[in-house]
């Protein structure tokens, strides 16, 4: 049987004076006030019991009901029933259904944080709450940096397989779209690789960006799509083109060391541009050719 939580939220605190509010601003507040401290924090005239990993809550139906999801889930149950909520993305954490479910009484913004700000946005997403979502987006994207780049470019679903966008999505192991909010994480992490960091590079001096290593290993690990896509994107600071070329050769050089053994086989070209206007870099893949065997014919 699931534990009950025993952390409650604190009551709410925050001073309402009915003398400083107009008549039915001082109301909204204090109804609210009351609905989050009694209904939430004290679960008081609770008609249904929410049973989620190890936290079990005594909530209302009619609070419940102002999430989508939630309200097709209770629909059809009776007062007093219990829901058990269980969840296929295994990015949504117990906190973040807490945080999620107290939104509900009362504004929880304050409570997402750079640690569990992947975990709010995909439970508020799941249960419709686009305010608290907005907010959870805000703090996952201001969080990319060199040392997570490739850890966001997994959660987001970047693969290697292209579509029409040069980027693939549902890689192996993700299952979750967060729809918009998933859209924009993939250009704020294109964003990151082609403005963010390049500008971080240049403003400390230490050689040029093509040569410095702190780009280098941020592309290395890119799956091809996205790195080919950055290489010949001319969003990308490095103008000079035998630079951009040469910076290519080593990633490549480094990208085929860290795969090992690998069916496919990357290059890069320096050539004319269709137009005929100056050069261009412009990244390959294709599949290794196996030798045919030779048979010694006696006879």
Known sequence: MSA?????????????????????????????????????????FADIQVVF??????????????????????ITLMPGSTLQLAFTDENITEEAVYITLQHLYNPSLEHVTAKNARAVLA???????????????????SAISAS??????????????????????????YESDYGDYS????????????????EQIKAAPQGTLATDPRLLAAYV?????????????????????QDRFAFAKRAIAARKKAAGV?????????????DGDGMAVHV???????????????G
């Open 262 to 274: 690998s069916q496919f086989e990357e290059s890069v070209v320096l050539a004319l541009k269709d």
């Open 221 to 241: 690990p890119l799956p091809f799509e996205l790195f080919k896509q950055c290489v010949e994107s001319p969003d990308l600071p490095i103008s000079f083109m």
């Open 123 to 141: 439970a508020a997403h799941l249960f419709g709450e686009p305010d608290l979502a907005d907010v959870a987006y805000s703090c996952v994207s």
């Open 183 to 198: 859209a924009r994480l993939r250009r704020d992490v294109l964003d990151f690789l082609l403005r963010t960091l390049p």
């Open 148 to 173: 997570n780049i490739s850890e966001y470019i997994e959660w987001v679903g970047i693969s290697s397989a292209p579509n029409g966008n040069g980027f693939a999505f549902g890689s192996a192991g």
């Open 53 to 74: 990993f190890n936290t079990s809550l005594k909530l209302h139906r009619l609070i419940l009901a102002r999430s989508p999801y939630l309200a097709h889930l209770i």
């Open 284 to 298: 390959t893949r294709k599949p290794k050719r196996s030798r045919a065997a030779l048979w010694k014919v006696e």
């Open 4 to 44: 009950t939580r025993t952390d409650s939220p604190t009551p709410s605190t925050v001073p309402t004076s009915a003398h400083t509010l107009e008549p039915k601003t001082a109301f909204a507040s204090s109804l609210q006030e009351y609905i989050f401290n009694s209904g939430f924090c004290g679960q008081q």
